[in-house]
């Protein structure tokens, strides 16, 4: 039925564009998840053409598909709406009028023409589905949910329903229901990058690190040129402090991602912290012209000079890192370690003297700035 425009399609699209929130300051393996290739780009047609309604022959829903593949969503919609006055008792027309709305973004509408459908005997896990869809845009989790585990026992081998009811639960804090609904939808498409991906949402909210990890391996090895897939890998082995197999995603990232001072940052960090000052330099460098005000950056770079004895260029670093992150207890006595080393003890003391009151500051993942 929805060759051209099919449903499943357009709920995954808005859906993934709800749940899945723009980067935040604090650049986390969170965020990182959420800034992941649109799904427009891997989503294949999900929806068995199963339904049968005289309105599916309608004109209106052939010139309605047709403005929808222009990218016309308001014509679409406008004649969504028109099929839903021409077939007032059409569960069909409903349904597709839902559809049109939650393409144009129109969620309060989506959700009225959903529930008018189910009312008129559209019990279908399309129907509930889309329901759904409409109650998380508006942010409803709790009303939402139900909705889905509906989708779920009448369409029980879709995993976008399992998937959603996961995103669902996971946000009201049922942390096990939600790893449960995110397993059960990799256990039905095993292939389907954003399955893993939600199962590492669901284990990192849980406080699992280790089945977090392992769910985004599984993810990266889906999409392997997934720059935020492989940054999110590095970041989990770090923070499992497993720093030397964070190096290989983490440099399979920087080829992808050229422009992009924290992971370069990140990734000079862990060849650094692996004895490897010399190459983690060219990286720690790069992350710093990408962002001059980088202050863990310049700090790590510091310290990547300070091991290669190069201690006038580990000064000016430590210098920039102290300015930037004028709290940090290592920065300045490192800096002071390096002022005794070229004789300038005067120098030393001064910065020996900021130590007080100062706190330490491992790089890890830090924020951007």
Known sequence: ????????????????????????????IDTLLNKLPPPQKIVRPRVQQAMQDPATKDPLVTRALAAGDA?????????????????????????????????????????????????????????????????????????????????????????????????????????????????????????????WIQLGRAEKAAGHPQETLNAIVRAAALSPSSAGVLEAVGYSYINLNRIAQAIQPLDRAAKIDTDNYLLEGQLGYCLEMTGQPKAAVSHLRKSVSLNPNYGPGWEQLGLAYLKLGQHYDAIKAYDRATQLVPNSRHAWQNLAAEYRAVGRGADAQRALAHVGGTTASPMRIAKRK
């Not at 699209?13 to 986390?28: G, N």
């Open 71 to 195: 990218g016309d969503n308001g014509t679409a919609l406008r004649l969504g709406r028109e099929l839903a006055q021409k077939s007032p008792n059409s569960w069909f027309a409903h349904s597709f009028h839902a559809a049109c709305a939650l393409d144009a973004e129109q969620w309060d509408e989506a959700r009225g023409a959903a529930q008018k459908s189910l009312s008129l005997g559209g019990n279908h896990g399309l129907v509930h589905l889309m329901l759904g869809v409409s109650e998380m845009n508006l942010g409803h989790y709790a009303a939402a949910l139900p909705s889905l585990e509906q989708t779920n026992k009448l369409q029980a081998t879709w995993a976008v329903g399992w998937l959603l009811a996961s995103v669902c639960a996971e946000h009201l804090g049922r942390h096990d229901q939600s790893i449960a609904f995110a397993k059960r939808g990799t256990s039905i498409e095993q292939d389907w990058i954003y399955t």
């Open 1 to 28: 039925m929805f060759q051209k425009y099919p449903l499943s399609v357009v709920v995954m699209l808005l859906t993934f564009a709800a749940c899945f929130s723009p980067a935040r300051a604090d650049e986390s």
